[in-house]
């Protein structure tokens, strides 16, 4: 199981770095194909909408598949994807092959998450913080990379191509682990039916587990609405709004990356003491009033920390939530978190738009002010499933049944 584990980290690992590809490359591919603004940002549109269709077929196919062997395949189809991205010579095959990347990303997304929760069911939200905390270091990681590959000469086009060529050395690299690898796959699937069998034997506690399915994974569309509207806003607003530095305001989506690596990492450490519901319901609250006092205080260092600390207080919020679908519905975690992705896609395509024509129609301060309130919708939701946890309790119904 430990090497199954390292496996998918190390997998999210890298995910997390083909996930912040297009913005520092972006520059590139608009002055080698002639674009205007519109056919660039269609490029991260298409990206997006491959991640739904992707979601969409992890959702039908999600109890029928090896979450391994998916993992597996997939990932060798993203590295392939990438590498079509790099030798692209026309703007058509170009978004082609950045819709089929968003594809496999998600599926690939899916799948770790479903697998690691399959591996761990007992304390699934330890080991989905953890997973989830690489994906941080890849994400922080992955712009300076580029940078540091486009500073040596490497065109936009090669980074893409290294990258590809990365991730098909990482399979080879790990290859000797795939027997059982895939075997991990078999055995997580027993034991996930074996605990979702027990939980019906114990008494449905959930008389209707798809309505909590459903508010967490409105939680993380008010989620992602706030990270996203973060990532994609934070130092314009700072450099605009707040006249920081270039370098200050592209600091701070460095710091708001550390604080979520940071949560990440402290939430492996105490969730099994803390429990994941009061977790999830206090980070958003904590979060939010932070993210609300960076829009608002004055000064861009102090915005900054106070961005710092909203990453870290809220960042554990989609392993968390994850985490506790799978209790909701443990014989169907490749389902549930199809589901919860595909909800959250909606926010992530939603953030940055809503976000800049509400700047354009009342103030970029009254427009930076929604990432930070929508985080207070998450915590109120947080805060329902807190309650129906313990009026559960109470009850003496089993967690894992509700």
Known sequence: MNRALFTNKLAMLLYGVSAVLIGPTLPGIIAQFDLSLSAAGLIGTLQNAGGVCGAVVVLVLAERVSRPAAILVCFALLAAALIAIGVSDRYLTLVIAFAASGVFIRIVDVMLNAHTGDLTPGD?????????????????????????????????????????????????????????YLASGRRSESRSASVGSESRRQGAAADKPIVLIGV?????????????????????????????????????????????IAGRFLTSRIVARVGAEPILCGGAFVGAAAASAGVLVPLPSLAVILFAIAGMASGATIPLAYSVGYRVLPDRTGSVTAWMSLVMLGGKVLSPWLVGAVADRASLVFAMMLPALVLFVSGALALVILQKMAQLAVAGSPATTW
């Open 124 to 180: 699934s939200g330890k080991a989905l913080s953890a997973l989830h905390m690489f994906y941080g270091i890849g994400a922080f990681a992955g712009p300076m990379v580029v940078r540091g590959l486009m500073r040596a000469g490497v065109t936009w086009a090669g980074v893409f191509v290294a990258v590809g060529a990365l991730y098909l050395a990482a399979l080879l690299a790990t290859s000797t682990f795939f027997r059982g």
């Open 216 to 260: 967490l994974g409105l939680l993380l569309f008010f989620y992602a609405m706030h990270q996203i509207g973060v990532v994609a806003w934070l130092p314009y607003y700072l450099e605009t709004g707040r006249a920081a530095s270039a370098d200050l305001a592209s600091f701070s989506l460095s710091a708001y990356w550390v604080g979520i």
